[in-house]
């Protein structure tokens, strides 16, 4: 049994009954005795922290893979191994890594994935590819557009016409107080972990700061000419808020190639729902007869732009799955080489 004084000091990092079972449930008896839990709290270009019972250590050295938020054992200052993970947010190793079919883990052990979008620079469907990315981690998205304040007033609107089912909130830190804010914190309450997604520049390090009352973290200008941010948060880092949970900052992404695609249907929970109406159970929502998804369009019920990005996520993620999973690959070679046989048949069944 751990003392309540080191759970309770484990507490400001998201330490849970759900994390004492998880550590309960490991083997005790084949641990060193003075084994004790953490949480990683900062990785930066492989240096990682943890934070324990007492405060921070690191770098912490040990061969185990772990991301941001992952909960370890430790002696010293050396990892012994992870707790398993409840959820892990990943997305595809990025083309340059070399890797093709790496996954790379940005952040464990996340209940709730902010995904942020500014209002000066709003593209809803990157937005909606980091919904379902924040669906496949195990946690459940909350979408934040960030700098309300420079919204035109239809920012919102649309977001919450695209993202139906998903929960959208705005947030800005100008003026006196800011808002929204208040909103986020009662999401990320005591024992619940947060993790920032989104494009460089969005506000992210801007809205820890804010929730912990503190310029902790380095914020940076979006370039002059195009509003894009200039990647100025380079580590990924867990930090406490006063009074609440866990929130896990990250560089801003420019890529986010989905790993798997199992909850695509979680994203549009909508569209699936109107789905089971087609009257074709392989509907593709394009020109089929009795389709009920483009019946719901032109009703004015479902927002035209949802199937699109859902249709352009659904090819982007077969492409990734062909890419991944050598038998799906296989299967996709044969029913192109099938079609393109019988293309040429029909080439020479012709007179002309
Ligand atoms: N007008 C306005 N500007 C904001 C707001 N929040 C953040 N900003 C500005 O947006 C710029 C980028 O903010 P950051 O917090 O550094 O953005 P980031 O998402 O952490 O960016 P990376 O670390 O590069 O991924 C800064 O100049 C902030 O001052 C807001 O609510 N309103
Ligand atoms: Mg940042
Ligand atoms: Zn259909």
Redesign the pocket.
């Known amino acids: 049994m751990l003392p309540a004084t080191e759970t309770a000091a484990l507490a400001p990092y998201g330490w849970s009954e759900r994390v004492q079972t998880l550590w309960n449930d490991i083997d005790v008896g084949a641990l060193p005795t003075r084994a004790r839990p953490g949480r990683v709290v900062r990785i930066e270009r492989g240096v990682r922290e943890v934070a324990d019972a007492s405060g921070t250590v690191g770098p912490a050295s040990g061969n185990t893979a772990v991301a941001v938020g992952d909960w370890v054992c430790l002696t010293g200052t050396r990892v012994l191994c992870a707790l398993p993970r409840w959820s892990a947010l990943a997305r595809m190793g990025p083309a340059d890594s070399g890797s093709t079919a790496g996954v790379q883990v940005l952040a464990a052990n996340v209940d709730v994935v902010v995904v ?1 979008a500014p209002a000066d620079r709003l593209h809803v469907s990157r937005v909606e590819r980091e919904v379902a990315v924040a669906w496949e981690s195990g946690g459940r998205p909350l979408v934040v557009l ?5 919204d035109n007033g239809s920012g919102l609107a649309s977001l919450r016409s695209r993202l139906a089912g998903t929960e959208v909130i705005a ?4 003026g006196s107080e800011g808002s929204g804010l208040a909103e986020l914190r009662h999401v990320l309450a005591a024992g619940v972990t947060g993790a920032l997604l ?10 820890v700061n804010a929730l912990l009352g503190d310029d902790v973290l380095r ?4 370039r002059a000419g195009d509003g894009r ?5 380079t580590s990924r880092r867990l930090l406490c808020i006063p009074g609440g949970g866990a929130l896990i ?1 990250m ?2 992404l420019r890529s986010l190639a989905m790993a798997g695609a199992r909850h695509l249907d979680s994203a549009f929970a909508d569209i699936d729902e109107l789905a089971r109406g087609c009257r074709f159970s392989d509907c593709r929502h394009g020109t089929e007869p009795g389709c009920a998804v483009r019946a719901a369009i032109a009703a004015g019920t479902l927002d035209a732009g949802r199937l699109a990005g859902f249709t352009k996520l659904g090819r982007e993620l077969a492409a990734e799955r062909r890419r991944s999973d050598p038998l799906a690959a296989r299967e996709a070679r044969r029913r192109y080489s099938r079609r393109s046989r019988d293309a040429r048949r029909n080439d020479k069944r012709r007179p002309w």
């Open positions: 942020t960030t700098k309300a304040d420079l947030t800005s830190v100008r989104g494009p460089s520049g969005a506000g992210k390090s801007t809205l914020t940076g200008a979006t941010g200039r990647h100025t948060t900052d560089p801003g």
